[in-house]
């Protein structure tokens, strides 16, 4: 049995094993392409490509009301930093913009503003019309016109001394992200998309390679068990998740500034244990398949994707339906980003870090049992 | 000639249709993610746990902790002892937010005088937090309007009325399922093209193909042709299923949705047959097309706004096909978009196509020599 105790035997076959591995490694380009520059390149990506910092949003302003009443509610929009306004008289000179996508939101305000604002017992209306084909720009776009609103009703009781000032002032703290940059929270959830991409594409192409090419039936009829060709597998690839690891580190924290907070040696032990289970989950995958096409295709859709919408690293989990809530407990990814995020912007927050690890181990656990029990040492 | 192409393209659907594992892989996954990923992939803020540490004892606070216990976005609400549990509650991530109220709450307020609390949110999903403050926000500023209502102040005499078209009740999946048409249909298109190039390659049956009395240009066409069917009926299915199941709305026309569809199914398998013509072996292939579909997916407007990146990679994302597609999905679905924006977003993919299959043809030609 492959759990046996090692002896001399195993290592020796096990590092002729590594060092084959190894230079299959360097000698093939594509290895290369998928350690070093695909990180580089996905590094790049999420730090300037992905943000959900909305500091420009386009909107339109229908003045159809150019009282001075109307014109200094128009002035807390156009000197938001969130919006970039663009004035019109009417509301159809917006109706393409807003088809097309040039703008993502219309504020209307009425003829009979300014009456209605001063006339006893009658509330004059603002119209906020967001596009909602991008709910979450609408979202955005309707709380931002809705804190210049706050904003300028605040300012305006100052300049006429009306009673009546907003009683309780809410003291809004973000902690550990206070200047809300987007990037500080995405760059290190993006890291466990890019160990998923070495730990579980490469290694079930490679594995499958070898199925594909016969060469796994050659290894089989020499004297290495089915464990040793698995952990000879393992360690090279390990390794070099490690590595690329450290190479984003060094992006994230020196390229892109996000601080790091925790202790690089948790980080890596952590990120150690999710290489486990994204390599658990590549041998399985080539394993079933031994099929390149297959294994590709299958690495992708249970191991990248998952990692990229079911982690909670851009949507949020808690607002995910029950059945697909229950399904993100299934993915290593899921605890990997809670572990990335809290080590880079809190610190070593022990509870969270435990309670969000040892599940991979079992995932991972599960991932090699499967697996071995598969991978007979036999030929069919 | 057209004979030879028709058997080409004959043989080329076979060869991915017979192989049973690379026929589930062409319809089973795609019709998972579809279901998965569009409730999954949502922005929206529903279900937010917070933590209320409320050291007032009048009954304004209480008030006002009763109403976000009764708005809809706040489902679970943990009560703090003290001050000292706020940090480690942030910290495991318990709940996104606490509302902390002093013991100068009631009396302040009572008094006529401002009266402050604190929200303290996880900055690690400043995304979700900046919504969730948002709602807070609304919840107090309403206190406030009752609290001077009851007061005898001065109303206000504004109003915001707020209204989203296209999608009134911002339902996330309205703009998920059409964009992950576009997604799951660039993902086949890429992976059929690329690899029943490169495999042949692999194989070495490429060569038999070139020896054969086909010319380039044949072969080309041969092997474009079905990747363009495969694809496009994968994201027939999808559109299907995105009016029969989903039941979102379909206000534009099929006929221009369908038009900008074949044309960026075909600048996707111009791209993928650029990717083959660089590469030796299958995972060559693979990664290649990896290192196309991740900024392809990531640089398309699905996950995050276009208008947040920094102007240059604006520019860039004008080079990707998908960006063109979305709009182009979302706006048949839920605008009514006319033929003048569909035709803006597809005459630039025309131009992409056109550049990749002359591109990649001219790639062949030179390996053959």
Redesign the interface.
């Known amino acids: 049995m492959w759990v046996a105790v090692l002896n001399k035997d195993h290592y020796r076959r096990i590092s002729a094993l590594i060092v084959k591995e190894f230079f299959q490694i360097i000698r093939?380009?594509?290895s290369i392409?998928?350690s070093v520059i695909?990180p580089m390149?996905?590094m790049f990506?999420?730090g300037?490509?992905?943000?959900?910092?909305?500091?420009?949003?386009?909107i339109g302003l229908v003045m159809e009301d150019v009282s001075p009443d109307a014109q200094s509610?128009a002035k807390s929009l156009t000197d938001s930093r969130y919006f970039d306004v663009k004035i019109g008289r009417h509301r159809k000179e917006f109706d393409?913009d807003?088809?097309?996508?040039a703008v993502?939101g219309i504020v209307v305000i009425p003829a009979y503003?300014s009456q209605?604002?001063?006339r006893p017992g009658?509330?004059?209306?603002?119209?906020?019309?967001?596009?909602?084909?991008?709910?979450?720009?609408?979202?955005?776009v309707?709380?931002y016109?809705?804190?210049a609103?706050?904003n300028w009703?605040q300012q305006e009781r100052i300049s006429s001394n009306?009673?009546?000032?907003?009683?309780?002032?809410?003291?809004?703290?973000?902690?550990?992200?206070?200047e809300?940059?987007?990037r500080?929270?995405l760059i290190p959830g993006s890291l466990a998309l890019i160990m998923t991409?070495i730990g579980t594409?490469l290694t079930a192409?490679?594995v499958a390679?070898e199925w594909e090419r016969g060469t796994m039936e050659a290894l089989m009829s020499t004297p290495v068990t089915i464990g040793e060709i698995l952990i000879g597998k393992l360690i090279p690839y390990f390794i070099l998740g490690l590595g690329s690891m450290f190479l984003c580190v060094v992006f994230a924290v020196f390229v892109y500034n996000v601080p790091l907070r925790g202790s690089l040696i948790i980080l890596t032990l952590v990120s150690g244990c999710f290489l486990f289970a994204a390599l658990g989950l590549g041998l399985l995958i080539s394993t079933i398949?031994k099929?390149?096409?297959?294994a590709?295709?299958?690495a992708?859709?249970a191991g990248f994707?998952p990692g990229f919408?079911?982690s909670g690293f851009?949507?949020?989990i808690?607002?995910?339906?029950f059945p697909?809530r229950v399904?993100?407990y299934a993915i290593p990814a899921r605890y990997f980003v809670?572990s990335l995020?809290?080590l880079f912007?809190?610190g070593n927050?022990w509870?969270?870090i435990i309670y969000s690890t040892l599940p991979i181990l079992f995932i991972g656990g599960i991932f090699f049992f499967i697996t071995a029990f598969k991978t007979v040492k036999r030929l069919d | 000639m057209w004979q030879r192409i028709y058997f080409l393209i004959y043989k080329e659907i076979l060869a991915v249709w017979r192989d049973k594992k690379s026929r589930m892989v062409l319809i089973l996954p795609p019709l998972a993610q579809l279901f998965v990923f569009s409730f999954a992939a949502t922005l929206d803020v529903k279900n937010v746990t917070m933590g209320v540490l409320n050291r007032d004892h009048g009954k304004e606070s209480f008030e006002l902790v009763q109403r976000f216990k009764g708005a809809p976005a706040f489902t679970n609400i943990h009560y703090l002892p003290s001050v000292e549990s706020i940090t480690p509650y942030i910290d495991n991530q318990e709940g996104l937010m606490v509302l902390s109220i002093d013991e100068q709450f009631s009396r302040n307020l009572n008094a006529g005088k401002p009266a402050t609390i604190q929200l303290i949110m996880d900055g690690r999903k400043s995304n979700t937090t900046q919504i969730v403050a948002g709602y807070a926000n609304t919840i107090i500023s309403q206190y406030n309007k009752d609290f001077a209502a009851d007061a005898g102040a001065k109303q206000q005499q504004t109003v915001i009325v707020p209204r989203n078209w296209y999608n009134p009740n911002l339902l996330y999946y309205w703009f998920n399922v059409p964009s992950l048409s576009g997604i799951l249909t660039l993902l086949v298109a890429l992976i059929i093209i690329a690899l029943s190039v490169s495999r042949e390659r692999e194989l070495g049956t490429f060569d038999q193909l070139l020896v054969s009395p086909l010319l380039p240009v044949e072969i080309m066409i041969g092997k474009t042709i079905p990747a363009i069917i495969l694809a496009m009926l994968e994201g027939s299915i999808i559109i299907l299923f995105a009016i029969i199941f989903f039941q979102i709305p379909f206000t534009g026309s099929i006929f221009l949705l369908y038009m900008n569809m074949f044309v960026f199914v075909t600048a996707v398998v111009g791209a993928g047959l650029f990717i083959s013509a660089l590469c030796n072996t299958q995972q060559q292939a693979i990664l290649g097309t990896y290192m196309f579909m991740s900024p392809a997916v990531l640089l398309s407007g699905f996950a995050t706004p276009i208008e947040n990146m920094p102007h240059w990679l604006q520019m860039v994302t004008y080079l990707n096909p998908l960006r063109y597609y979305l709009i182009v999905a979302k706006g048949v679905f839920l605008k009514a978009m006319p033929f003048d924006i569909v035709w803006a977003n597809t005459w630039p993919l025309a131009v992409i196509a056109v550049i990749n299959l002359a591109g990649s043809t001219w790639f062949f030609r030179r390996r053959l020599d």
């Open positions: 093939d380009p594509s392409l998928i695909l390149v996905l990506l999420y300037y490509g992905v943000s959900l910092d909305m500091d420009h949003i386009k509610f393409q807003i088809v097309g996508g993502r503003f209605f604002r001063n009658q509330i004059a209306p603002i119209q906020v019309i967001a596009d909602g084909s991008e709910p979450n720009t609408a979202n955005f309707q709380n016109v809705q804190g609103w706050q009703l009306l009673k009546g000032l907003p009683l309780i002032q809410p003291n809004i703290r973000f902690w550990y992200n206070e809300l940059e987007s500080n929270f991409l594409l192409l490679v390679r398949s099929n390149q096409f297959v590709a295709q299958a992708i859709v994707l919408m079911l851009i949507f949020e808690s607002s995910m339906p697909i399904l993100t809670t995020q809290t912007l809190v927050v509870k969270l």
